[in-house]
């Protein structure tokens, strides 16, 4: 099976009008710039896109218009994910997925299942799926860790678990994954501040947060690690890292909509219970952007 989904790759934003409704026309602005600067692939209705806050008729529109934007540039990957296995395949039986690449889906969440669990929810979720599933492991989020053990053991028992977005911040745990994984198996970084370290030891890219602000920056440094520059590829690491540190500060995404809105490309809403980011990190986003731009 072909890796479609290798290098750089965008958790995409939602940006919201002063009314809370969603913001199309900036969102095929953050669509068109993604391509244009390199992105190898969009993800839509991810963490970023405050999803949880989004209706099910909202969540279809948004892949309806990134599939129409992008109109097959580039491939696509839908989060489709929850701590209800059955309500996940739901989901994945119910929306309209056609020219869409992949599935994101994130271990259960508050749960807190065992290990046994997350394997079978997975399982049973690759069952079910017409498309890739690609794992997404951010126990910060969760309140659960998916082992490598536990990786690797959906990589070898199902043939359309493809990859996973790996977000624990453990490099031992990504080095297991690496030394055990399939061929067909790949491990993508869900760190900004992890690309160029995941993919000198054999990651695959990265999903990225701070690439909504800085897709060319994102696109370069992947690219260069990813054909062994890695002297360029640490350069832009290192240079970007205080920006990525203030975007996280306040939480994602409030941090990269304030410095995406301090330079024009959106307005600066989000959906309760997220809010904006304070005074303070807003103007040292605003310096911090206008430095690395």
Not at 165 to 175: L, M, V
Request: net charge negative; hydrophobic share 40%.
């Amino acid at each position: 099976m072909q890796k479609i989904f290798r290098g750089a790759g965008v958790a995409l934003i939602t940006p919201f009008r002063s009314d809370l409704q969603i913001d199309f026309e900036s969102l095929g602005k953050v669509t068109a710039s993604q391509i244009e600067n390199g992105m190898d692939f969009l993800v839509a209705l991810g963490t970023t896109a405050e999803t949880a806050t989004l209706s099910h008729v909202e969540k279809q529109q948004i892949i309806d218009f990134v599939v129409a934007r992008t109109a097959g540039r580039v491939p696509i990957m839908v989060g489709i994910g929850g701590n209800s296995t059955s309500e996940v395949i739901d989901q994945i039986n119910s929306f309209d997925l056609t020219k869409v690449d992949g599935i994101l889906s994130v271990v259960p969440y508050y749960n807190k299942p065992s290990q046994e669990g997350i394997y079978q929810h997975f399982m049973a979720i690759a069952a079910a799926s017409p498309l890739p599933v690609i794992l997404y492991n951010v126990p910060g989020r969760t309140g659960v860790n998916m082992s490598a053990e536990t990786t690797l053991r959906l990589a070898h028992n199902a043939e359309n678990i493809v990859a996973t977005k790996e977000a624990s911040g453990n490099i031992g745990e990504i080095i297991k994954i690496l030394k055990g994984k399939p061929d067909k198996f790949s491990l993508i970084s869900g760190d900004d501040s992890f690309v160029v370290p995941t993919i000198a030891i054999g990651g695959e890219g990265v999903i990225s947060v701070a690439a909504n602000l800085t897709p060319k920056l994102i696109s370069s440094m992947t690219h260069y690690a990813l054909h062994g520059d890695f002297n360029n590829a640490a350069t832009i690491q290192l240079n970007i890292q205080s920006l990525i540190e203030y975007i996280f500060t306040e939480g994602n995404p409030s941090g990269v909509k304030a410095a995406m809105h301090s330079i024009g490309l959106i307005e600066n809403y989000l959906r309760l219970p997220l809010v904006p980011v304070s005074d303070k990190l807003y103007q040292q986003l605003a310096e911090k952007t206008k430095k690395v731009l």
